[in-house]
Nanobody, 121 residues
Framework: QVQVVESGGGLVQPGGSLRLSCAAS????????MAWYCQAPGKQRELVAH???????TYADSVKGRFTISRDNAKNTVYLQMNSLEPEDTAVYYC???????????????WGQGTQVTVSS
C-alpha cells in the first residue's frame, strides 16, 4: 500500500519561514503530479501549489512570490518552502500525490494526514 507522510509544520511568527516535507512510500511504480493543499477551519480545502512530473509548477495567487514547491524524484518527496508567512496562512496543510502503483497507467490520488501550520505573534 502507498503512504504519504508529512512533516515540518509548527508555530512561526509573521514574516517567518517553514519548510514542509512530504515523502511517499510503499508500492509505487511512479508518481506523476504532487501538490500541497491547505484547509482552514470552516473553509474548503484549497490548492496551494502543484508540480508535475517534469517540474512545471503552479501556485495559488495568494502565495505567489512567497512559497516554492519542489520535488526530489529519487526520494519520492515533495517540499513546500514557505517564506514571509502571514496569519492568513494558518491552516492544516495536506500533501497529495498522483501515484501509479503498478506501471500499468492507472493512477490514484493519495492524501497525507496533514500538518498544522500556525502563524501568530
Amino acid at each position: 500500500q502507498v503512504q504519504v507522510v508529512e512533516s515540518g509544520g509548527g508555530l512561526v511568527q509573521p514574516g517567518g519561514s517553514l519548510r514542509l516535507s512530504c515523502a511517499a512510500s510503499g508500492s509505487i511504480f511512479s508518481i506523476n503530479a504532487m501538490a500541497w493543499y491547505c484547509q482552514a477551519p470552516g473553509k474548503q480545502r484549497e490548492l496551494v501549489a502543484h508540480i508535475n512530473s517534469v517540474g512545471t509548477t503552479t501556485y495559488a495567487d495568494s502565495v505567489k512570490g512567497r512559497f516554492t514547491i519542489s520535488r526530489d524524484n529519487a526520494k519520492n518527496t515533495v517540499y513546500l518552502q514557505m517564506n514571509s508567512l502571514e496569519p492568513e496562512d494558518t491552516a492544516v496543510y495536506y500533501c497529495n500525490a498522483l501515484v501509479d502503483p503498478t506501471g500499468r497507467g492507472t493512477t490514484f490520488s493519495i492524501w497525507g494526514q496533514g500538518t498544522q501550520v500556525t502563524v501568530s505573534s
